[in-house]
């Protein structure tokens, strides 16, 4: 029991300040870009259609899937291309992606660079031969019968035409006006306040916790590195929960994992930014928890297995990506950290997931949806098998400490 705690302490701490805190400043930086620009960035996307597929792949490279939930209302609209959603989906990053560039940040400069230059060449060859998105649409259409198209066959024309279509009410966990209480609302916008205090420490104990070349940090209370590292992520954690479960709903209106064009002032970029850094923190931790606890309770060597797997392992991860969301590939970048998962299994679910991104066209077109999954898990497979043929599986590549 005692072994067990000490997993549970361990891994509420180390999320908040190996992940949650670097998370925090990423999707607030980009948060307070939409709202210095009033949107405009968005809207500036739409007029480069010769450079849209590597445009959107480099929304898509962005941490999060803010920038490529972006993307997906200007293909709805029809102001962007089919090839541009794919390189948007292949070049995702997700919010995995806070997980490995804080846990293993040369691995995913490596992953993440390998998806961008797939995402460029697989959204300008949609675009510019087809590569069958056609027989593959037919093909889903058979399936899923839906009242649009979801490819394109020539460049530049998207074939389900505009639609009206608004970003901000796709790809939520739930909706409505904030609600009001005498008790919870203060609560709430405290518990926020509070929580950027714990993420500004808890940026500062993890950048210095990086520089010291991540050492192992021993469970304990006090004003030592040790028992601040321990104290900020455990309030951290303890914040995050409260305002993802609890608190979101008296903030805002409840949602999270979606886009925002822009933000009626700043302090609805700092709630913004903190709920969506809570949700990472709740797959986080969930993640952390869910390997550690099951190495103890099968008692087996996971990468042991995973090396056993062979090419089994890129395939698998490839088909993780397909589940729409972060929260599996979380968990994915989080076994990978613990060195349990080779990069070449990495790299397929870096290329193939789509995270939050493709709840919007699932919302209007199931058929674009689920076409362009298959267009993001084909590459997947060939690059993942490829770079365990080539070089291996690779565990561990770029794991800090």
């Not at 990053?93 to 995913?108: C, E, H, R, T």
């Not at 961008?116 to 998105?133: E, H, K, L, P």
């Not at 080779?342 to 997931?353: D, E, G, K, V, Y």
Request: charged share 10%; proline share 4%; hydrophobic share 50%.
């Amino acid at each position: 029991m005692v072994e067990l705690a000490d997993i549970f302490v361990a891994s509420v701490r180390d999320g908040y300040v190996q992940v949650s805190a670097f998370v925090a400043v990423t999707v607030l930086l980009f948060s307070l870009v939409q709202y210095r620009t009033g949107g405009a960035l968005v809207e500036k996307l739409s007029d480069s259609e010769r450079l849209q597929p590597l445009v959107g792949a480099a929304m898509g490279l962005t941490p999060g899937c803010g920038g490529a939930i972006v993307m997906m209302p200007l293909y709805v609209r029809g102001t962007v291309s089919f090839g541009t959603v794919v390189a948007t989906l292949v070049a995702t990053a997700g919010d995995s992606a806070f997980v490995i560039l804080a846990l293993a940040p040369k691995a995913g400069l490596y992953a993440y660079g390998i998806a961008f230059g797939t995402a460029i060449v697989s959204g300008y060859a949609i675009d510019r031969f087809g590569v069958g998105v056609g027989r593959v649409d037919a093909a889903v259409r058979r399936l899923d019968r839906t009242a649009t198209d979801g490819g394109v066959l020539t460049r530049g024309a998207p074939t389900t035409g505009p639609h009206d279509f608004e970003a901000d009410s796709c790809g939520s966990h739930e909706r409505g006006p904030a609600r009001e209480s005498d008790f919870l609302t203060p609560l709430s916008h405290a518990v926020h306040v509070l929580w950027w205090v714990a993420a500004a420490a808890a940026l500062a104990l993890g950048v210095t916790y990086l520089l010291a070349g991540a050492p192992e940090v021993p469970l304990e209370l006090g004003v030592s590195f040790a028992g601040l590292f321990t104290v900020v992520g455990v309030t951290g954690t303890t914040l995050s929960f409260y305002l993802y479960f609890v608190g979101r709903r008296y903030l805002g209106d409840g949602e999270v994992g979606r886009a925002r064009e822009s933000f009626s002032d700043t302090y609805d970029t700092l709630v913004h930014a903190a709920m969506e850094t809570s949700f990472v923190t709740v797959w986080v931790l969930a993640a952390y928890l869910l390997y550690e606890y099951g190495v103890v309770a099968l008692g087996v060597d996971v990468g042991a297995l995973a090396a056993a797997a062979g090419l089994l392992a890129p395939i698998a991860g490839a088909l993780v990506g397909l589940i729409p969301g972060c929260g599996p590939q979380i968990v994915l970048a989080g076994v990978y950290a613990e060195g349990a998962i080779p990069f070449s299994a990495l790299t397929a679910n870096a290329i193939s997931q789509d995270g939050d991104a493709l709840f919007p066209l699932l919302a209007i077109d199931r058929t674009a949806a689920v076409v362009a999954s298959i267009y993001t898990t084909i590459p997947a497979l060939l690059v993942g098998v490829g770079l365990h043929l080539l070089f291996g599986p690779l565990f561990g590549l770029g794991v800090l400490g």
